[in-house]
């Protein structure tokens, strides 16, 4: 930190990687220059170092440009590094060296911090510096703040989010305007929301990165992303979403996490969701979670998930935080990286056979005598009761199936499933949807 | 703070008022204490004190109880005091010596924070200690947190939240069952909701506090509260929840804050909500924020707004604040209280008639020819353009024309209020109700 004549600090601000999130912080830092010195008093946010294999055109007011983002780390006047290089190899490297060379670190890297996120905790604690991700998990919002923060005096007993915007504007299409996954998927590709190769978004990863670091600062254990259970959207059909509507329910790509009796679920796959709650009317590329703890209750939170502008007010914020807590940290800023000085290590992450829930099934029989009869007598046979039904007639001579179940184990539904499918009437593979569970 | 066998450091909370916040606090406490500890590490809160004039029953592990809450105050033992006394007179006194004589405070206290927050924040400036309040706003929700720190890299264009369960509760109910405001408000005293003299509440008083405290934060400015314009709920009519309706709305008691050219609006009034806006889906008791800023776009907080759990879950944040950014404050804990280090004292507020906003009118007129012809024409004269009309039938010759204008000045509109309430047709006051509005 270096101090100038007019007796302000600058806290000097590295960013390494220029694209869309780096070049964004940029341009927020600049932009709102003025708010953010009177919010900070004598500090200053000033970046002067910019690592980018790009271009740099219309960028002023930078002293130093690189090709190499080491050379930012290494720079004895860089205070603070930014990180929004993306990917894992590359970005892994520049954050472990600033860590170990004394700087603080800001990522906005899910993916880095979902992967290596214990490795880099451990080292920025070691180093007596922090590592700050805000803008890692639903952009804009300030989840993770409110995680480690707001909501601190709380046990989370679950949270379930909207974490992926690309996800949920297809799935928003699909249900407002009865439009097939494809097509809004080419178009969500045309508009930017989506990637070339898309299936980072729809498969589930992404929001997953995200869920496995909600979850850690929510219970306040080691990130856990490899045991995250991961389903996609690609497969849903207009079908599915006209039924989950008939039955009062909207279907959305959710992540859940959950914390009972030392048992971990973290799930992200589609959900039916009741139109009653506000998570429902979350449409288009908004994100938004909700938390349930005790005793607060549920809280939502919603925003942008994504965009420049979002991501960088994540970011900056976070560096804003280490402008208002100077280092030594020992003495100051002691709010832990997942919200916990002493993390669970024990805590068990249930298998996704395990969990209990309600289930949406649908099921194509041919129109024969005694096909729901013989399939409602497997179910029960199971102990698994029945909700609601529906029964719809199709071309030919197919009948669609769709029972809503009352809670069980998936393990259990699983085995009812197979042999339904095994049924000669049944035609094709049974469809199943978790519903998505508000209460405590 | 002192020093335990166990190298635990236990921050001492000395509670004055022991009503529901104040007994909520307390058990949340010792309720989470584990996960409490858990998150601070080696600091743990013990509450050791209690003021309080009623009963003790049940209540163990305290050391002392004093009626007098200046024993707390003047108790050396304490580290923090908790003012959970309510209303004005005492707990401005105590407050105000426990900031004297160098204690922290953290308060749920609305009235208190809006009516003499600048000189209690001001005390605490000049004695190196913290009054924190985040329990003051919207209960359980971390509104507070997120317009200081999450935030905190963006200018706020403006905010609107519904920050009254109460009058919430009573609108929902309304609209969702066309029930009068009167028998809604009976249930309401019945269920708890609403207090026996309730005007705090349906008059937007209570809102109006909250409000201005968001204002503070969110501009930077210092606590304005008896320049904000309050309107209540209690002449709202079932007509006009329909008519809203049948437009595409609903009706909320909402609290508005915007600063646009160094120029605020601060005000609470019943507004027509679009049903496209998360904000219309904001049942009940429950509170939301929608906080509108640059560059991350619209951000929304849910939760519960009141309650002995969301109220002490919120104090307790504060608290957990406070332990993990120890006194002496200068070297830690640097977030200012209303956000910003540098006030702007001098922003305008904004009077009511010269704010800028959609209309919504209902004018009760005698079914005569031309009668639709004279009002819009005295609209047309004022330069207010009409995007709405609804004409509907009543019995005893009685026509509603309801009208949704475009944006008009305020003062222009009453003018031509005023022309019309003067046509000879016209038979009641004008309805008017502000439409809110969520753009940029």
Redesign the interface.
């Known amino acids: 930190m270096s101090v100038s004549l007019s007796d302000s600090c600058f806290l000097n601000i590295g960013i390494c990687g220029y694209g869309t999130v780096g070049r964004?912080t940029h341009d927020?830092i600049v932009?709102?220059e003025n708010?953010?010195a009177?919010?900070?008093?004598?500090v200053r946010l000033k970046v002067t170092h910019i690592a980018s294999r790009g271009l740099r055109e219309g960028v002023s007011g930078v002293n130093k440009w690189s090709i190499d983002p080491i050379e930012v780390v290494n720079d004895p006047e860089v205070d603070i590094l930014v990180e929004t290089i993306g990917g894992l190899d590359a970005a892994f490297e520049v954050v472990k060296k600033a860590l170990l060379v004394g700087k603080d670190v800001v990522t906005a890297n899910k993916a880095l911090i979902a992967t290596h996120g214990n490795e880099l905790l451990n080292l920025a604690s070691k180093n007596g510096v922090r590592l700050l991700f805000?803008s890692a998990v639903a952009g804009?919002?300030?989840i993770l703040?409110?995680l480690r923060?707001?909501?601190?005096?709380?046990?989370i007993n679950w949270l379930a989010g909207i974490i992926n915007g690309t996800g949920n504007y297809i799935l928003t299409e699909m249900g407002n305007r009865q439009r097939l996954f494809s097509d809004v998927l080419r178009e969500a590709q045309k508009l930017g929301y989506a990637e070339a190769d898309p299936s980072f978004d729809i498969e589930g990863t992404d929001a997953a990165h995200k869920l496995a670091i909600m979850a850690s600062i929510a219970f306040?254990m080691p990130l856990a992303f490899n045991k995250t259970y991961i389903e996609g959207i690609s497969s849903l059909e207009l079908d599915d979403i006209k039924y989950a509507s008939e039955l009062g329910y909207c279907i959305k790509h959710l992540g859940i996490a959950r914390l009972s009796e030392r048992c971990v679920q973290m799930r992200v796959h589609p959900a039916l969701v009741s139109l009653d709650e506000?998570l429902a009317?979350?449409d288009g590329v908004g994100n938004?979670v909700v938390v349930h703890?005790?005793?607060?209750?549920?809280?939502?939170?919603?925003?942008?998930g994504a965009?420049?502008?979002?991501t960088?007010?994540?970011?900056?914020?976070d560096?804003?935080?280490l402008a208002?807590?100077?280092k030594p940290i020992s003495?100051?800023?002691?709010?832990?990286s997942l919200?916990?000085?002493?993390l669970?290590t024990d805590y068990e992450i249930l298998n996704i056979t395990g969990i209990e829930s309600e289930y949406y099934l649908r099921i194509n029989v041919d129109d024969h005598v005694g096909v729901m009869a013989n399939i409602t007598s497997l179910l029960e046979k199971s102990g698994i009761s029945i909700d609601a039904v529906i029964q719809k007639e199709k071309s030919n001579n197919c009948v669609q199936i769709v029972i809503l179940t009352h809670i069980c184990i998936e393990r259990v539904l699983n085995s009812a499933i197979a042999e339904i499918e095994s049924l000669e009437s049944v035609r094709n593979p049974v469809v199943r949807i978790r519903v998505a569970s508000f209460e405590s």
Chains 1, 2 share one sequence.
């Open positions: 964004g927020l932009k709102n708010t953010i009177r919010r900070l008093g004598d805000e804009g919002i300030p703040k409110s923060e707001g909501l601190a005096a709380n046990n306040g506000l009317s979350v938004a703890a005790d005793p607060v209750g549920s809280t939502l939170y919603s925003g942008p965009g420049a502008g979002a960088a007010s994540a970011v900056v914020a560096l804003i935080d208002r807590s100077p003495h100051a800023h002691k709010v832990p919200g916990f000085s002493k669970m």
